[in-house]
């Protein structure tokens, strides 16, 4: 079993930057691969971005690269999302979830982020 905490979000404007932390406990945390989420109302949730165990390797969706960038902290147990040049498009409820082997098992709570024109 895995928990998820993200913790960072809130109300900005467009332009302003936001970093979101994912706290984790259970597992090893350098044993997975972690992910960011969103789901914005009325949509579906969409992949943000994702990062391997240790670090070395990351993607990102289109709508954010050169804008967001997730990193780690082993010894924290922690994930991050820094976004900047944040736009009102990027409203929606940012998730962290846990990678074992193909698939995304264990997900967080959600942390609500909008952005004002």
């Known amino acids: 079993q895995v928990q998820l905490v993200e913790s960072g979000g809130g109300l900005v404007q467009a332009g302003d930057s936001l970093r979101l932390s994912c706290a984790a406990s259970g597992r090893t945390f350098s044993s997975y691969a972690m992910g960011w989420f969103r789901q914005a109302p009325g949509k579906e949730r969409e992949f943000v971005a994702g990062?391997?165990?240790?670090?070395?390797?990351?993607n990102y969706a289109d709508s954010v690269k050169g804008r967001f960038s997730i990193s780690r902290d082993n010894a924290k147990n922690t994930v991050y999302l820094q976004m900047n040049s944040l736009k009102p498009e990027d409203t929606a409820v940012y998730y962290c979830a846990a990678k074992f082997v193909y698939e995304y098992r264990y997900w967080g709570q959600g942390t609500q982020v909008t952005v004002s024109s």
């Open positions: 990062i391997n165990w240790n670090g070395g390797s990351t």
